[in-house]
């Protein structure tokens, strides 16, 4: 017969698990203010518990599903007491933590979000009362959870868009970042990373628009030159600028049906005429070479501008 789970049953498992040095009699008492604060510490500190964040991982497991619905079968859902209410509270702010969903800032430290209706806006190096949070907080661990937020926002902005830049952060920046929760300085390490490969592709991409590049523009660049950061070299610029032309006035009319097959036919001819033109720019690019990265990024990118961002089944492109 399956026990019942019952509301004194949670305060004993939860207490047991991961509460035994906390005092939550406290709650009962506390503040709006004073909640908010004693729920951020205890997160940082669930985080810290055992390696990867597994306490936490744990803790809102008890309240929340993978997809953020609540389990029906936990009482404290029903309870009316403050010390139950500060149960779910913290679940709320560990899923989006774990989950590494933007959340309002001001609950981490009241002033640091700027966009209440759209979370999104203040995880961003804009947002200077935020990098500086990010260096100066005690709570090195939800340092670490709000980096990798920010580090989640970029992949979003780059993939599918900026391949050299994409690459770079995969290079550089790991998502794999459980191990570093443990220790305050492998906190400060790993944000420390975050905002510095953040910050690099910012002022390499203000650089380009300095240049008055297109993004397309950008990151034909990157492809010719086979990486990012650089120093946007004369003869790639105008290269970059003459093959986005050439691919622009190549492409299908709208109204011709695009397909994997049309693209292999499509995009042979068009490589030869972006080898002349890099070549006339003094840029070698060699289309024999299958493992050439700049052969890849600009694969990927005449496919993105031959399909007009039209997504279909395959996970792979063609060649």
């Not at 503040?31 to 500190?45: L, M, N």
């Not at 036919?265 to 030869?272: E, F, G, L, R, S």
Request: proline share 3%; hydrophobic share 35%; aromatic share 12%.
């Amino acid at each position: 017969m399956k026990k019942e789970i019952t509301v004194e049953y949670m305060h004993d498992l939860l207490k047991k698990s991961v509460f035994k040095n906390v005092d939550l009699s406290k709650v009962e008492g506390m503040s709006d203010d004073e909640r908010r604060k004693f729920t951020v510490a205890e997160a940082d500190d669930l985080l810290g518990q055992r390696e990867y964040g597994d306490s936490m991982y744990w803790y809102v497991g008890q309240f929340l599903h993978d997809d953020g619905m609540r389990r029906l079968d936990n009482p404290l859902y029903q309870e009316e007491g403050a010390l139950a209410k500060w149960y779910i509270e913290l679940a709320d702010l560990g899923y989006a933590l774990i989950f590494h969903l933007p959340s309002d800032l001001d609950y981490l430290e009241p002033g640091l979000g700027q966009h209440p209706y759209d979370f999104e806006l203040d995880y961003t190096l804009g947002n200077e009362r935020l990098t500086k949070w990010l260096h100066d907080t005690p709570y090195r661990r939800l340092a670490v959870m709000t980096a990798r937020i920010m580090l989640d926002l970029e992949y979003e902005r780059v993939v599918a868009h900026f391949d050299a830049v994409q690459d770079y952060y995969a290079e550089h920046c790991t998502t794999d970042f459980g191990g570093y929760l443990k220790q305050d300085a492998k906190c400060d390490k790993y944000v420390d990373e975050v905002l510095h490969c953040i910050q690099t592709v910012s002022d390499h991409q203000q650089q380009g628009r300095a240049l008055g590049l297109s993004d397309d523009e950008m990151r034909v660049v990157d492809a010719l030159w086979g990486w990012m950061p650089h120093d946007y070299d004369k003869d790639c610029v105008e290269a970059a600028r003459d093959i986005c032309q050439a691919v622009e006035a190549s492409l299908p009319a709208p109204t011709v049906i695009r397909s994997r097959n049309g693209f292999i036919a499509y995009k042979k001819p068009v490589m030869k005429q972006l080898e002349a033109i890099a070549k006339k720019h003094d840029v070698d690019i060699n289309l024999t070479d299958e493992y050439n990265i700049t052969m890849g990024y600009l694969t990927e990118w005449l496919y993105a501008k031959y399909s007009r961002g039209l997504i279909d089944n395959d996970d792979d492109l063609i060649g």
